[in-house]
C-alpha cells in the first residue's frame, strides 16, 4: 500500500473510532472513505469523505472529527513528500 493512501485509511479510521456521534445503524462509519484522487511530481490531490445523506447534518453540529483528519492527513502527506 502506497504511503498516502495507508494516511488516507489511518484518516478514515481515526474518524470512525473518535466521532461524537452514536453510529446506531453503522451505515455512516461503513460510509467513511478515502482516496487518491492524483498523485503526480507536481499535485497530490485527496479525498476524505462521508456519503450517507445526513453526513453534513453530522459535521455541521461538530459531532464529527473528518474536518481535523483531513488537515492531519494533509500534513501528514505533505511532510512525507518533503520529507
Known amino acids: 500500500m502506497d504511503i498516502m493512501e495507508q494516511i488516507l485509511d489511518d484518516a478514515a479510521e481515526r474518524e470512525r473510532a473518535e466521532h461524537e456521534y452514536v453510529s446506531r445503524t453503522g451505515d455512516l462509519n461503513l460510509s467513511t472513505r478515502s482516496s487518491v484522487i492524483v498523485d503526480s511530481p507536481n499535485l497530490v490531490q485527496i479525498d476524505l469523505e462521508m456519503t450517507e445523506e445526513y453526513a453534513e447534518y453530522i459535521v455541521d453540529k461538530g459531532l ?5 483528519q483531513v488537515i492531519r492527513a494533509d500534513t501528514e502527506i ?6
Open 64 to 68: 464529527s472529527t473528518i474536518e481535523d
Open 78 to 83: 505533505e511532510a512525507e513528500l518533503n520529507g
